[in-house]
């Protein structure tokens, strides 16, 4: 992140006439610097501005505009941003659908900040965008014990249900946004790329769903610009917008961002595609994925998220290394969802934590049987309640690992099976028993078609304790059954207290679990 020197303002038309102060967070910028003049063909920013991936002292900004031009960035501690910092972001152009991000760093910990953006015409003096505002809370510092929320959900725009103004859009984000969390996790099935949108759909009691239907959102997705149109789509709900200037996102990624239940090396059979070859499809839907959200641009998706002294989120990636799916009995542990790299970094990184909550971000959950069709399995489980077997090998050696060097304080949260649940794990129930007794929290959808329960396999020893489902497949948004997860973190006790929502913040089931003893 460089600060904008003199000649580039002047380019860029933010400055007329005053220098650019030096000195730390507080002393550098014009705050409130504006183009002297709005000539026609200004730049447009689109799609609004996004934060994510905060850390203690940095956090990634987002924009998109109409044409290529310079994203820039202040970032202070006052709504007004009087006295911020001023800085230089990349160039928007066609290579990026004219999205771009800038990772903000020498950020102050723990502290709520807030940013404008423009994008600056590349040629014309003077011509600048509009701006647009956001805010975000930076992680902790690393002794610094104060309370940490935040929220989880999934599954967004799926099963044909889209944007319909009729019905208010995704009010979901209205309610998360209400609960003034540090942050946002998106526990995967960011975009439905594979969920074609009709105009209108015809509902049990004789109402009408119409859907704000785009090109993009009218077939299944094959092309990077129709990947992209999947990202581009959300973003026209003014709910998610006004969450997403708020509210810093964790995203991570499942199936529907490339389609239903892929895995590499996939050959399709499905005659809605003339691309068959998944692993084609993937790399144009992880390019529009690393280009619509704020998300870092290097390295792999999994990844450790620390907040303070009090938590650690572990973001785990169950697609990128998934194995085909089938029967998901075989006793080859070097088979699985995560990988052997990914699988050794969360146990590694896990012994290594010394957060008092180690959450781990599962986009698939761990005890629910999750098919796909006959005879093959999506997800972790099988339905076996015996010893582990297929992809339950990689978390028994997981949790085993955890266990044997005193690992306490893991919490799993999850979304996938569209709706909401608490389970309880106990080796006492279970058919393996060398691992600490832990829960996973189910949340979603968002905003989707409705499903579930699933059934619980027996291997871990899952208990559900708490089970909101519709009474039918595929309920409406309309009809209620949409769900988000709230865990908020007491800086003094340590104490963990999960909500379980619904789309109006109604809390349908409340735990709080202590802080685990050292």
Known sequence: MTALDRRTLLRAGLATGAGLAGGGFLGGGLA??????????????THGVQSGDVTAGSALVWTRADQPGRMVVEVGRRPDLRGARLLRGPVLDPSTDFTGRLRLRGLP?????????????????????????????????????????FVWTGDIAGQGWGISPDFGGMTIFRSMRAVRPDFFLCSGDTV?????????VSLPDGRIWRNLVTPEKSKVAETLTEYRGQFAYNLLDEHLRAFAAEVPQANQWDDHEVLNNWYPGEILTDDRYTERRVDVLAARARQAFHEWLPVPADGPLYRRMSYGPLLDVFVLDMRTYK??????????????????????WLIRELRRS????????????????????????????QGDPGAPAGRELEFAEVLGAAHRAGVTGIV????DVHYTAAHHYDPARAAVRDFTPFWEFVSGPAHAGAFGPNALDG??????????????????????????????????SGALTVHLRDRDGVSLWTTTLPAPTP
Do not use: M
């Open 354 to 381: 010394r957060a008092t909550w180690k959450v781990i971000a599962n986009d698939l959950p761990l005890g629910l049987v999750v098919p796909d069709g006959p005879g093959a399995q999506e997800g972790v489980a």
């Open 109 to 149: 910990p723990g502290e709520r900040l807030h940013y404008r953006v423009r994008v600056a015409d590349l040629d014309r003096h003077g011509v600048a965008s509009e701006p647009l505002v956001g805010e975000f809370t930076t992680a902790p510092a690393r002794h610094d014990r104060r309370d940490v929320r």
């Open 323 to 344: 194995d085909p799916n089938d029967g998901n009995t075989y006793a080859d542990r070097t088979r699985g969802l995560l990988g052997r790299e990914q699988r050794q």
């Open 412 to 415: 799993f949260l999850t979304a």
């Open 32 to 45: 409130g610097a504006a183009p002297a003049w709005r000539p026609s063909g200004r730049p447009v920013l």
């Open 459 to 492: 291997t871990f020893g899952p208990q559900a304790v708490f089970t909101h489902a519709p009474p039918r497949a595929n309920t409406s948004p309309a009809e209620g059954f949409q769900h988000f997860g709230e865990v908020a973190i007491d800086g003094g």
């Open 192 to 200: 439905y790329a594979d969920g074609p949108l009709a105009e209108s």
